[in-house]
């Protein structure tokens, strides 16, 4: 099972979707990691989980209100919040990167406008192993359509049942689902039909080491995780696990 850093490898010292946290993830020995991108007011994809700067660097401003020039004067603990560019460029052939586009609620431009720059970006080179994720299916099947030579998978929100999310993916035609762990460990009988059906399955965010033996031993592919649980201390204990399956093979219809 790879891990995958959330949002890199966080801790006070490496603020979350910067590269240092990403570097950091790497360097612990993680598979790759997930980051977060959103548009700027001129049409540049940076690195933020938050619509609102305020948390991450204490800016009462959002982020699609800023342009990427006045994005890179702002800093997180001291560190700037990267554009995707850079994180390509940081992770390349290192591991895998996914990259979740985070969507507005309201059903604006800005949603389309989003996916059409990570098509873009995406268009003008693929190095290494790229995975495009969202929770919004129209955006999604957006990138997917334009046919790049990168994965898309679609995300699942806490509380949806595994069977929904699973069939979801396959019915949007994407490679992978992205499934919070609690439904994953609420029925992980369904993961084998669904590696049968060519999706592929990655828990989200997976905090604990039970977890992640667990999650390995069901066949998951993937797990995000965060720095409670770094991929360092993890590797070897996921790897070699053997926990069972549980019984039942419910249809995913």
């Known amino acids: 099972m790879l891990l995958l850093g959330h949002r890199g490898a966080a801790d006070r010292f ?9 570097d950091r993830a790497l360097h612990l020995g993680a598979d790759g990691v ?13 690195c933020s989980h938050d619509a609102s700067l305020r948390r991450t660097a204490g800016l009462s401003r959002d ?5 990427a020039a006045e994005m890179a004067g702002v800093r997180a603990s001291g560190h700037p919040l990267p554009t995707l560019d850079e994180v390509v460029d940081l992770v390349s052939d290192r591991g895998r990167l996914v ?6 609620p309201r059903p604006d431009a800005s949603a389309s406008a989003t996916a059409a720059a990570v098509i873009r970006r995406l268009a003008r080179d693929v190095p290494g192993d790229v995975v495009v994720s969202s ?18 998978a679609l995300l699942s929100r806490p509380g949806v049942p595994l069977a929904v999310a699973l069939r979801r993916a396959v019915q949007g035609g994407h490679a992978e689902a992205h499934v919070h762990v609690l439904s994953l460990l609420a029925r992980p009988h369904l993961i084998a039909q669904a590696q049968r059906l060519g999706l592929a399955v990655t828990g989200w965010t997976v905090d604990r080491p039970r977890e992640l033996r667990w999650l390995a031993a069901v ?8 720095d409670r649980a770094p991929p ?9 696990s053997s926990a069972p399956a549980e019984p039942g093979q419910p249809a995913l219809a």
Not at 35 to 46: F, I, M
Not at 219 to 226: M, N
Not at 232 to 238: D, F, H, M, W
């Open 14 to 22: 490496h603020p979350e979707n910067t590269l240092a946290a990403v």
């Open 34 to 46: 997930e980051v977060d991108v959103r548009l700027t007011a001129d049409g540049v994809l940076v």
């Open 135 to 152: 929770f919004d299916r129209p955006r999604l099947r957006q990138v997917r359509e334009a046919r790049l030579p990168v994965r898309t």
């Open 232 to 240: 360092a201390g993890t590797c070897a204990a996921t790897r070699s």
């Open 63 to 67: 982020v699609s209100s800023m342009t």
């Open 99 to 104: 990259v979740e586009m985070k969507i507005s």
């Open 219 to 226: 066949g998951v592919e993937a797990a995000i995780c965060d």
